[in-house]
Nanobody
């Protein structure tokens, strides 16, 4: 079993910044991928940024504004979000892929006011 916990969401004005954190714990023998998705109301869940075995992925909509980083020793990933816009408003979910399967956090709300 793997536990995934996100933190760092909140309310920010357009142009502001937030930093999200995600910690994975439990039966992690090998971390195959870890990163962030988001889901806005009425929309599908979409990739934001992700570390994978093939490299780092970013959605085109966040390139140049968001940066994903990690602390491998702590099974933690971060998402630094700069120049936030109202269209970035969503619930942000952390996704963890290990040999046992895929796990999601409960999500953290990010709201950007105009």
């Amino acid at each position: 079993q793997v536990q995934v916990v996100e933190s760092g969401g909140g309310l920010v004005q357009a142009g502001g910044s937030l930093r999200l954190s995600c910690i994975a714990s439990g039966s992690i023998f090998r971390l195959n991928a870890m990163g962030w998705y988001r889901q806005a109301p009425g929309e599908r869940r979409e990739l934001v940024a992700m570390f994978t075995s093939g490299g780092t992925l970013y959605s085109n909509s966040v390139k140049g504004r968001f940066t994903i980083s990690r602390d491998n020793a702590k099974n933690t990933v971060y998402l630094q979000m700069n120049s936030l816009q109202p269209e970035d408003t969503a619930i942000y979910y952390c996704k963890v892929v290990v040999d046992l399967g895929t796990y999601w956090g409960q999500g953290t709300q990010v709201t950007v006011s105009s």
